[in-house]
């Protein structure tokens, strides 16, 4: 079954917003609160509105550049034209680590999910196995068609944001303003631990991979594709500050440090949120929104993935050249997640790491080298060379962050 192919009739404005709204806002938002629990909540607020900010504007940085290429032309082929070798291979093994990083991150999110699920039916399912099934079917969605994946993300990401506001509504009912405001600390610190927050908030904002995807999605057509960014990011912007106080003000901060140190998978936090609320009703809402959250992510990080793979091999994409892509999409994370199925926080951190090259620095010098060749014919991000350099120090300082972090160089929230 072929991909979809440009028509007379444009698809919706929906599925493509659904597109990239379903692929930041999953799994990933889980360690938010856990990461940001030493910053707390109007610090860690500021960090992800200044993330939203430089992320939107790293992928339409990518638009830019993409738009002066033919329709399927993924990073591999603009980074190669545009900055050379050197810059297309670093770029193509971040590229590969963030998206196959994370695709496993979600094999382990999943794994963890559906072994929770299943524990409150009183049935031991094994997180392996869990993810090994949830990773296989995925697989075939992607493998069917770009329009397979819009149209079961809209359909997931539509029943994510239903239990999100049936589940969350209830975690904002039961709010105390003592704990979010962290009343009870005396002379609380917050700002040195909040730059550690920002390679978290990077990752948790990670679409890039899908915008050749809208490419092939929409054709080119600059305005519905800036249009889909925007929505999509500033949905998940939305829907991670509803996040950060559903859970920071009911979870006092010093409890955080226990959710952190057996881990901080989804299913820890989803017991220490049960906990606190002693509600068997939001307990299951709360489950059942973890499992649509990892399903949407999923179908969303793995496109990019499959679509950068197929544009690196040439694949065509026929339902043979759809299939050899698909193994080497999905069997190396799968065997990952297989063999090391409790790595999603860690997962999670170094996929932060990865992707400021792919996210921020490498859009920002794509977008400097496609104005030099040709100019602006079909859409330019304003803002100019401020905008450029503003979003490559983003990306470097990201990098410098979690290189530190990495070596115990910034302070922990412990």
């Known amino acids: 079954m072929a991909t979809l192919s440009v028509t007379n009739k444009a698809p919706s404005l929906v599925g493509g917003a659904m597109i990239i709204g379903g692929t930041i806002i999953g799994a990933g938002m889980f360690s938010l609160p856990v990461v940001m629990s030493g910053s707390w909540f109007f610090w860690s607020l500021l960090a992800l509105v200044f993330t939203w900010f430089c992320m939107l504007h790293s992928g339409l940085m990518i638009l830019e550049a993409n738009l002066n290429y033919h329709i399927g032309a993924s990073f591999d082929t603009i980074t190669k034209d545009l900055l050379g070798n050197r810059w297309n291979i670093i770029n193509g093994l971040t590229v590969a680590f963030v998206l196959y990083i994370l695709t496993y991150a979600y094999i382990s999110a999943s794994g963890s999910v559906i072994h929770h699920t299943f ?190 793979l197929a544009d690196l091999f040439k694949f065509d994409d026929s339902p043979q050249g759809r299939f050899k892509t698909a193994l080497v999409t999905f069997l190396p994370p799968i065997i990952g997640g297989v063999l090391w199925p409790n790595g999603f926080i860690y997962a999670i951190g170094f996929a932060g790491l990865a992707a400021t090259v792919w996210a921020a620095i490498v859009p920002a010098l794509l977008a400097s080298a496609s104005r030099k060749r040709f100019g602006s014919p079909h859409y330019r991000v304003w803002g100019g060379k401020a905008m450029i350099i503003l979003i490559l120090c983003f990306g470097a300082g990201n990098a410098i962050i979690h290189v530190l972090s990495s070596f115990h160089l910034l302070p922990v929230y412990k």
């Open 119 to 308: 524990s409150q039916m009183n049935i031991d399912f094994p997180a392996r196995l869990g993810g090994l099934l949830f990773a296989l079917v995925v697989a075939f969605i992607v493998w069917l068609s770009t329009r397979a994946v819009s149209r079961m993300t809209t359909i997931v990401l539509g029943a994510k944001i239903l239990t999100f506001f049936m589940s969350f509504g209830g975690l904002i009912w039961h709010v105390q303003p003592a704990v979010l405001f962290n009343t009870a600390e005396v002379n609380p610190s917050y700002l040195p631990y909040l730059v550690m927050t920002l390679p978290f908030c990077l990752a948790s904002f990670g679409y890039h991979g899908n915008v050749p995807s809208l490419m092939k999605y929409y054709g080119k057509d600059p305005l519905t594709i800036r249009r889909c960014l925007l929505l999509g990011t500033l949905m998940a912007l939305i829907l991670y500050i509803f996040w950060l106080v559903g859970t920071m003000g009911n979870i006092p901060r010093p409890a955080f440090i226990d959710i952190a140190g057996k881990g901080g998978n989804i299913d820890v936090l989803v017991q220490a949120l049960s906990g606190v609320l002693n509600s068997r009703g939001l307990d299951l809402l709360l489950t059942v929104f973890s499992n649509f959250a990892v399903a949407s992510s999923f179908l969303g990080v793995t496109l990019g993935l499959f679509d950068y």
